[in-house]
């Protein structure tokens, strides 16, 4: 749950000129040229802290409820890779933000090792970010 209207959270969320303000998990994003701004059919960079790469595209953006993208290019180990932001307005100038993965990975045959591991890892990661987008964002409200 985070202070503010689905409006602006949403905004702030896909402004990629600032994500790295918040998202603990990235050193770098940006929206592939000629894109300025986030929409359908649109190409992003985004680069971890740990050296890992994808290139996404969003395959919906339906402002300010949600936006989802799907990797075009990533880690070896990934083979597929989704990715969903959802914004609910709750009561009282607040907003449920929810972030949703899906992947698969490779190779098959150690699925059942890596993905338990991995979804571990991503779950983690999520909580993380969402608390620093949080707080982040509930500061820029309070400035």
Not at 10 to 38: C, H, K, M, V
Not at 46 to 53: D, E, H, M, P
Not at 55 to 71: D, Q
Request: aromatic share 16%; with cysteine.
């Amino acid at each position: 749950m985070v202070r503010g209207e689905p409006e602006r959270l949403f905004g702030l969320s896909q402004n990629y000129a600032r994500r790295t303000e918040w998202d603990s998990f990235l050193s770098e994003a940006y929206l592939i040229e000629p894109a300025r701004q986030p929409g359908l059919g649109v190409d992003s960079y985004c680069r971890s802290k740990a050296g890992s790469v994808m290139i996404s595209r969003y395959i919906s953006y339906k402002p300010p409820h949600a936006a989802a993208v799907a990797m075009l290019k990533g880690p070896w180990v990934l083979e597929s890779f989704h990715g969903t932001w959802n914004f609910k307005a709750q009561a009282h100038d607040h907003t449920l933000v929810g972030f949703t993965y899906n992947f698969r990975t490779r190779p098959w045959l150690l699925r059942w090792l890596l993905e338990p591991f991995i979804g571990f890892y991503y779950r983690r990661d999520m909580t993380r970010r969402l608390a620093h987008f949080r707080q982040w964002a509930e500061a820029l409200q309070a400035d």
